[in-house]
């Protein structure tokens, strides 16, 4: 398990941009699909975007256009470039890494263990 540390979060405006942080406490080289998820008050864990080591993305649906994932293996940090926010992106926003894993299973039931997260708040 990779100890990830998120950052970025904050208090935005309907409308507005925030980005975000994922830093791994090394390179990311060997770490094949890296992704964001978020979690709203009341509601279950979902994907946001995951990124592949070969720069493949996956992104949900209502995010699509809006947000987007990179990352950098040499800093080892993956980021999310969330613009456009809207209310209903207003969540606590966590990361995950899966060394061996393929992006087409990059879910929140795939993994037992999680940061603390960013809160991200979008005001309307």
């Known amino acids: 398990q990779v100890q990830l540390v998120e950052s970025g979060g904050g208090l935005v405006q309907s409308g507005g941009s925030l980005r975000l942080s994922c830093a791994a406490p090394?390179?990311?080289?060997?770490?094949?699909?890296m992704g964001w998820f978020r979690q709203a008050p009341g509601k279950q864990r979902e994907l946001v975007a995951a990124i592949t080591s070969g720069d493949s993305t996956k992104y949900a649906s209502s995010v699509k256009g809006r947000f987007t994932i990179s990352r950098d293996n040499r800093k080892g940090t993956v980021y999310l470039q969330m613009d456009d926010l809207k209310p209903e992106d207003t969540a606590v926003y966590y990361c995950?890494?899966?060394?061996?894993?393929?992006?087409?299973?990059?879910?929140?039931?795939?993994?037992?263990?999680w940061g603390q997260g960013t809160q991200v708040t979008v005001s309307s």
């Open positions: 090394g390179t990311i080289w060997d770490i094949n699909v």
């Open positions: 995950n890494a899966d060394r061996g894993g393929v992006i087409e299973e990059f879910d929140p039931t795939a993994f037992d263990s």
